[in-house]
């Protein structure tokens, strides 16, 4: 039987954070792992060596968040720091860990840590579902170099994301601290992993084929033409709208999507910035050949998914040990001051099952229809485990 148990702090000093939300997650259970999520203010060795000498040997997952995590009791969101780690304990339940920096190589990198968290779990077979956190930049790469080890296993989890796209966000377990590469964890249990995985977006009739791309995430032309004329002629927005990061916010209520070859997901392409060749950076991979279909949602409907999303993650579970719940941060900013609707939604599935929700710059999931592994960008990746 597994149980799950929730800490965290708002203390100031890190290392007497990573203290207080170690001996409130962990005061009655012995736990085997715990998903930490955090404010980048924070030295995250310090808070992790903190969190290590309440609980030496609990393996440690996790990220940065995007200016505040939500726990059942509320946001926590404090200028100066905060920390919450969701910790799971079960006699059957065995996990392995695994973190590196990003080497030339990001496949070879996935590799590796696929390799090095078998071997912390002291398994020679696959697991059963994994969890990743990566910096945003290779997060594709990294899972094709994990599945070259481990096949096409079920995943979850979500970039390291920061308060201002600066690059501060880091990536972590309990013995590695990194900013540009990756973090995994390997879990083997017999009891039921549930991922809902989606953008919550309506489909419009605006759609194309990407002609032209740079690199794997520069769109350069859509229907061989400028990406962003295309984009701005579908949303009716002025070009001084989508030039810059101005575009960043303009296409959180209007992304763009690739579709599966079933159709049955929609992989939410979040458009970045706006360059002056009229190409657009873009959150995640693309392809020439396939097609990008603009996508739309109100702020109204950002939110209420919160709640459908948990709550049909809860019908494939019979009895919920946790919830870790993955929220994108871009999302976030466009809710702005209505956040609080978000925590009132997902505490009104949860109840009184333990839960964290980070913030982050891409989202990971499984969609069990078409049975793929896909990163994202503006997308809820919630996951639950049974008891």
């Not at 603009?294 to 009895?319: C, P, Y």
Request: glycine share 10%; aromatic share 8%; net charge negative.
């Amino acid at each position: 039987m597994l149980k799950s148990k929730i800490g965290y702090s708002i203390l100031e000093n890190a290392y007497d954070a990573g203290v207080e939300t170690a001996k409130m997650a962990t005061s009655d259970i012995e736990g085997k792992i715990g998903f930490l999520y955090s404010s980048v203010v924070y030295d995250q060795e310090k808070l992790i060596q903190g969190i290590k000498s309440v609980s030496p040997d609990l393996k440690i997952v996790g990220c940065t968040t995007n200016g505040a995590v939500m726990v059942p009791s509320g946001i926590l969101d404090n200028p100066n720091g905060f920390a919450a780690l969701l910790v799971f304990a079960g006699e059957d339940l065995v996990v392995g860990t695994a973190a590196s920096d990003a080497m030339d190589d990001a496949r070879k990198t996935g590799r590796m840590v696929a390799m090095e968290a078998l071997k912390s779990a002291g398994k020679n077979i696959v697991p059963n579902y994994f969890y990743m956190s990566a910096a945003p930049a290779q997060e594709e790469f990294f899972v094709k170099g994990i599945q070259d080890v481990i096949g096409r296993v079920p995943f979850f989890g979500g970039s390291g994301a920061d308060n201002d796209l600066s690059g501060k966000w880091s990536m972590f377990n309990e013995n590695k601290v990194t900013k540009d590469g990756v973090t995994v964890a390997f879990f083997y249990t017999k009891e039921t992993i549930a991922t809902t995985y989606t953008g919550a977006y309506h489909e419009t009739s605006d759609m194309g084929v990407i002609t032209k791309v740079n690199g794997n995430r520069q769109l350069m032309e859509i229907n061989n033409q400028p990406a962003l004329d295309v984009y701005s002629k579908w949303c009716n927005y002025n070009m001084e709208d989508v030039m810059g990061g101005k575009l960043l916010v303009s296409a959180i209520t209007n992304p763009l999507a690739v579709k599966d070859r079933l159709g049955d997901l929609a992989a939410i392409r979040h458009p970045m910035n706006g360059n002056e060749d009229k190409s657009m950076n873009i959150g995640n991979q693309l392809a020439v050949g396939t097609a990008v279909v603009r996508m739309t949602a109100t702020v109204d409907e950002l939110i209420g998914a919160t709640k459908t999303t948990l709550e049909e993650t809860k019908k494939s579970l019979k009895n919920p040990a946790g919830y870790m719940l993955i929220h994108c941060g871009g999302r976030k900013i466009a809710i702005g001051n209505r956040i609080n609707e978000v925590y009132q939604n997902i505490k009104s599935v949860a109840g009184d099952v333990p839960f964290v929700v980070a913030f982050t710059f891409g989202e990971y999931g499984y969609s069990k229809d078409c049975q793929v592994n896909t990163c994202g960008g503006l997308m809820l990746s919630f996951t639950g485990i049974d008891e």
